[in-house]
Each structure stands twice: as structure tokens, then as C-alpha cells.
């Protein structure tokens, strides 16, 4: 699969595929048109209280990418992930877009781990825990 991730507000190239926006709101001061989206899925986005606790806490990364894959289990969000996977699925080229300013560390980037085949943790869903969902316990000594 062919995923890149990239700033709605970046100019549309045609290398870019298939533009999927995966945030919850409809970047500020863009117009439709301009973006050149062709797919929105609002329900793989973090939930506001998520997001704002990021802004307030830029430094927490990993735990912010923790909870947001918890979120992903919701039915809601379940269901976007499926359509994602299958636009994926497609071997046509794919573009993740968001509207955050941290280029790195993102809802979107958290997404193109999930589609190039991380793990997840066993209380998510996807196609990237087949068959990984048992959990080994330590051996006692």
C-alpha cells in the first residue's frame, strides 16, 4: 500500500491519489473546492476532548497515540477504519490529509502506521491484529 500523509493546506498534487481528510472538523479558512478531498471520515478522528488535552500536552505523544487507538474501537469509528482499509486495499496511491500544525506527531500519522501493518494494541480492532490477539503471560520463576 501506497500511504503518505500531508497537510490539507499544502497545495493538491496529482501524485497525491486519493485524498482522504481524517479530521473531525472541516479545516479553517479552506475552501471545499481547494482541498481537493475525496473521501471525508470524520469518525477516525480523536473526539474533541482527546485532541484539546494534545494541544495542552505536545509532549505526551505516545500516550496521546495510546488512547486515540483505544477511541478507534468505538463502532463509529470501527466502521471508518474498515472503508479505510478497503480504499487502501485498492493499490492505488493514498493521502491522508489533517489540519494540524505538528507535521509529525498526528492523528494521520497514527493512521499510516495502522495501514503499513503496525501492531496495535489487543483492544483494538483491524485488519493489523489478526491473528495477534493472544497475549503470552510471563513465565513464573
Known amino acids: ?27 479553517r479558512g479552506l475552501a471545499k473546492e481547494d ?9 477516525l478522528a480523536p473526539s474533541k476532548e482527546l485532541r484539546e488535552w494534545f494541544h495542552a500536552n505536545p509532549e505526551a505523544w505516545r500516550l496521546f497515540r495510546r488512547r486515540y ?18 480504499v487502501a486495499q485498492s493499490g492505488k ?9 505538528n507535521e509529525e506527531q498526528n492523528n494521520a500519522v497514527v493512521l499510516k502506521e495502522l495501514l503499513d501493518g503496525a501492531r496495535k494494541p489487543p483492544s483494538s480492532i483491524g485488519r493489523a ?11 513464573k520463576q
Do not use: F, H
Not at 487507538?69 to 468505538?74: F, M, P, T
Open 1 to 27: 500500500m501506497a500511504v503518505a500523509v500531508k497537510r490539507v493546506y499544502e497545495t493538491p498534487a496529482s501524485s497525491d491519489g486519493l485524498r482522504v481528510l481524517v479530521d473531525r472538523l472541516w479545516p
Open 35 to 43: 482541498a481537493v478531498v475525496k473521501l471525508w471520515l470524520r469518525d
Open 69 to 86: 487507538l483505544k477511541e478507534l474501537v468505538s463502532p463509529e469509528a470501527g466502521v471508518a477504519l474498515e472503508k479505510l482499509y478497503a
Open 93 to 101: 496511491k493514498l493521502t491522508l490529509l489533517y489540519a494540524s500544525r
Open 129 to 139: 491484529t489478526g491473528g495477534r490477539g493472544r497475549i503470552r503471560k510471563a513465565k
